[in-house]
C-alpha cells in the first residue's frame, strides 16, 4: 500500500478527489455528473496541449511556443472557414495540424541543425507566431457571426454522452499511450531524454528524435487551436496569451521531469486535470482569476522541487565507510 502512495499518479488522483470533495462540502453541485463533465471538457485542451509537450520535454526539451502556435493555427481556421464557408470541417482540422506539424518543424530543425538551445529558440518562435497572426489580420478579431454553424459546433456537440471537445482529448490519450508506450518513436523519446550519449550508441539520433517531438507538439497544438477559436468562436491575436505557462505546469505536476526521460501519460493527464480544477474552483469560492497565473507558477516551483527530490539518488558514502573498516 504504501509503495502505491509513492507513484505520482495515485498521489494526483488522491489530491484531486480530496479537492473536489472540499470544494463539494461548500458547493455540493460541483461534484454533479454535469459539473464534472463540464470540468473535464474545460480541461480538454489543456490535456491535449500537455500530452504534446511532454513528448518534448521527455527528449530534455521546452517548447514554450505551443500556445502561439494554437493561436496562429486557430487563427488560419477561422479565416479558412470565413473565406470558404463550404469547405468541410474535417479538412480545416487536417490543414490546422499540418500547420501546427509545420510550425513544430521549425522549432525542431533550430533545435537539431543548429544546436540551439530549445528554450532560447521557443521563446523567439513564440513571439514570431504571434506576430505573424497580426500580420495575417491587421489586428483584426474574427468574430462568431463570421464563422458558420457547423465550424462552432464540433466542440460542443456531444456522442455517447460526451461532448465531441471531450472526446478529442480521449482520443490523444489514446494514441500518445500507445506512441510512447508501444513504438520504437516513444521509446527514443525516453532514451534520448534519459542518456542522449548512450542512445547514440543504440542508433538512435537524438537530434532526430527532437525534432520528431516538436513536429507532435505542434501537430497536437494545431488541433487544439481549431477547437479553441470553435469552442469560444472568437479568434484575435493574444488569443491563449501565457496558456503554455499552464501547459508546462500540467506536464510537471504530472511527473514528467524537466531533466528529461520521465514522464507518463496519466501523469501528464492527472496534472492537467488538477489545474482544471483548481481554476474551475476559484470562481465558485470567489477568488480573483488575477490569482490563476501566480497559483500555476507557484504549482511549478513546488512540483520541480518535489520531482527533483525523488529522483535524486543517494550517492556512496565513502568516508564513512572508510572510518569502519579502520
Keep these: 500500500m504504501i509503495k502505491l502512495l509513492r507513484h505520482r499518479e495515485i498521489q494526483l488522483s488522491i489530491a484531486i478527489v480530496a479537492l473536489a470533495l472540499l470544494i463539494a462540502a461548500r458547493f455540493p453541485a460541483f461534484i454533479s455528473p454535469a459539473s464534472l463533465g463540464n470540468v473535464y471538457a474545460d480541461t480538454s485542451i489543456l490535456i491535449i496541449l500537455a500530452l504534446g509537450q511532454m513528448a518534448v520535454i521527455l527528449t530534455k526539451c521546452v517548447d514554450l511556443s505551443t500556445a502561439a502556435t494554437l493561436a496562429l493555427t486557430g487563427m488560419v481556421a477561422a479565416m479558412l472557414n470565413n473565406a470558404f464557408p463550404g469547405l468541410p470541417i474535417p479538412v480545416i482540422v487536417l490543414i ?18 543548429l544546436d540551439m538551445p530549445p528554450i532560447v529558440v521557443t521563446l523567439g518562435t513564440m513571439t514570431v507566431y504571434r506576430g505573424v497572426i497580426f500580420l495575417l489580420t491587421n489586428g483584426k478579431w474574427i468574430n462568431a457571426h463570421e464563422m458558420t454553424d457547423a465550424f462552432k459546433a464540433l466542440p460542443r456537440d456531444h456522442l455517447f454522452g460526451l461532448s465531441l471537445l471531450s472526446l478529442s482529448s480521449i482520443v490523444v490519450i489514446v494514441i500518445m499511450a500507445v506512441v510512447l508506450g508501444r513504438t520504437t518513436t516513444g521509446r527514443a523519446f525516453y532514451a534520448v531524454g534519459g542518456n542522449a550519449n548512450a542512445a547514440i550508441y543504440a542508433g538512435i539520433d537524438p537530434g532526430r528524435t527532437r525534432f520528431i517531438a516538436f513536429i507532435v507538439s505542434g501537430a497536437l497544438s494545431g488541433l487544439a487551436g481549431y477547437l479553441w477559436i470553435a469552442r469560444y468562436a472568437v479568434a484575435y491575436v493574444d488569443i491563449a496569451l501565457g496558456f503554455e505557462l499552464d501547459v508546462v505546469a500540467a506536464c510537471v505536476i504530472g511527473g514528467v521531469s524537466i531533466a528529461g526521460g520521465i514522464g507518463s501519460v496519466a501523469g501528464a493527464v492527472l496534472g492537467s486535470l488538477f489545474l482544471g480544477v483548481i481554476k474551475n474552483a476559484l470562481p465558485v469560492i470567489n477568488i480573483s482569476p488575477f490569482w490563476q497565473l501566480a497559483i500555476s507558477g507557484a504549482v511549478i516551483i513546488l512540483a520541480v522541487a518535489f520531482n527533483a527530490r525523488a529522483e535524486r539518488k543517494k550517492g556512496r558514502v565513502i568516508l564513512k565507510s572508510a572510518e569502519v573498516v579502520a
Design 96 to 113: 490546422a495540424m499540418a500547420l501546427g506539424a509545420a510550425l513544430g518543424a521549425v522549432n525542431g530543425l533550430l533545435v537539431w541543425k
